[in-house]
Nanobody
Framework: VQLVESGGGLVQPGGSLRLSCAASGFTFSTYTMNWYRQAPGKERTLVATISSTGDVTNYADSVKGRFTISRDNAENTVYLQMNSLKPDDTATYYC?????????WGQGTQVTVSS
């Protein structure tokens, strides 16, 4: 199983970024996918979840209305569109999937929101 995130970077408050996570090594289209984030000195927290078919999504209250999770099962990729970014969104963002008996993680991509 491999999860590879990309798309992070430095953005000003109010700006946007789109994160991508390319998945391989498992039947991507049959699994729920998640995005988590971890700020320095804080616990890793769940940001967004998308069902295997993409028809059900859930978000942390802190990002509702600003972030959108989506997936392309033909490309084995999950996305996180982040709009109206705030300094509090600064964190390392991780793609994740729970397969059978364990949770798998990508290496993370850094998002920094600062002027």
């Amino acid at each position: 199983v491999q999860l590879v995130e990309s798309g992070g970077g430095l953005v000003q408050p109010g700006g946007s970024l789109r994160l991508s996570c390319a998945a391989s090594g498992f039947t991507f289209s049959t699994y729920t996918m998640n995005w988590y984030r971890q700020a320095p000195g804080k616990e890793r927290t769940l940001v967004a979840t998308i069902s295997s078919t993409g028809d059900v999504t859930n978000y942390a209250d802190s990002v509702k209305g600003r972030f959108t999770i989506s997936r392309d099962n033909a490309e084995n990729t999950v996305y996180l569109q982040m709009n109206s970014l705030k300094p509090d969104d600064t964190a390392t963002y991780y793609c994740s999937a729970f397969l059978t008996r364990r949770r798998y993680w990508g290496q993370g991509t850094q998002v920094t929101v600062s002027s």
